[in-house]
C-alpha cells in the first residue's frame, strides 16, 4: 500500500495570505496525485488531479505541483470559504486509492 | 447539476446488514463508473469499492472484500451497497462520488449517510 504523508497537521493562516500544503508519497506515484478540500459538514471537492491540474471551476488561487513523491498544493491568498481540510490523493495503483490524513487549514 | 443523495445509514449490531443507497441525477449515470469513500469519525478518507458504468466490474478495498457488494440500478440511476458482517472499525460517513476520466478521479460527491456499528 502506498502511504500519502501529509504536512503539516494543522497550518495557522491569515487571510489574504499564501498557505503552502505538503503530500508524500511512500513510492513514486508519477503525476498522478489529486487535492481535495472538504468544508466542515460538507462532502470532499476536487480540486487538483494529475498533481497540477485545476477541476472544474476551482478558482486560480489554488494550484499544485510535484511528482514523483513530493507534492504541493498552493493557495496563493486565502479567503475566507478556504479555511477546511485538505487531502491528497494518490491513484497510481488503480482502484488502490490512498488519501493522506489531510491538512486543517485554520484561520491565524 | 450532477446530484449524488445517499440514504440507507443507521444503527447496527455488529454481526448485522444494512443496504445503502445513492440517487444520481444531471448525467448519464450509466456511462460513468461510481465509487464508495467512507470516513470514520474524526478521520481520514478511505476508499471502498467501485463498479464500472456497465455493471460489469467490481473493485473492493481489502477491509471489505468479501463482506461489501456494491451493486448499481441504470435504469433508475441506482448506486448501492450491500454491507454483511459489519464490525466497530466499519463505523463511518460513506460517501458515494462520480468517476471521471480513465483514473477514475472522484469529481462529484454526495453528502454521505452516517452508518454506526455498536451493541
Known amino acids: 500500500e502506498i502511504v500519502m504523508t501529509q504536512s503539516p497537521a494543522t497550518l495557522s493562516v491569515s487571510p489574504g495570505e499564501r498557505a503552502t500544503l505538503s503530500c508524500r508519497a511512500s513510492q513514486s506515484v508519477s503525476s498522478n496525485l489529486a487535492w481535495y478540500q472538504q468544508r466542515p459538514g460538507q462532502a470532499p471537492r476536487l480540486l487538483i488531479y494529475?498533481?497540477?491540474t485545476r477541476a472544474t471551476d476551482i478558482p486560480a488561487r489554488f494550484s499544485g505541483s510535484g511528482s514523483g513523491t513530493e507534492f504541493t498544493l498552493t493557495i496563493s491568498s486565502l479567503q475566507s470559504e478556504d479555511f477546511a481540510i485538505y487531502y491528497c490523493q494518490q491513484y497510481n495503483n488503480w482502484l488502490r486509492w490512498t488519501f493522506g490524513q489531510g491538512t486543517k487549514v485554520e484561520i491565524k | 447539476e450532477v446530484q449524488l443523495l445517499e440514504s440507507g445509514g443507521d444503527l447496527v449490531q455488529p454481526g448485522g446488514s444494512l443496504r445503502l443507497s445513492c440517487a444520481a441525477s444531471g448525467f448519464t449515470f450509466s456511462s460513468y463508473g461510481m465509487s464508495w469513500v467512507r470516513q470514520a469519525p474524526g478521520k481520514g478518507l478511505e476508499w471502498v469499492s467501485a463498479m464500472n458504468g456497465g455493471g460489469g466490474s467490481t473493485y473492493y478495498a481489502d477491509s471489505v472484500k468479501g463482506r461489501f457488494t456494491i451493486s448499481r440500478d441504470n435504469p433508475r440511476n441506482m448506486l448501492y451497497l450491500q454491507m454483511n458482517s459489519l464490525r466497530a472499525e466499519d463505523t463511518a460517513v460513506y460517501y458515494c462520488a462520480k468517476t471521471f476520466g480513465s483514473n477514475w478521479l472522484l469529481d462529484y460527491w454526495g453528502q454521505g449517510t452516517l452508518v454506526t456499528v455498536s451493541s
Open positions: 494529475d498533481a497540477s
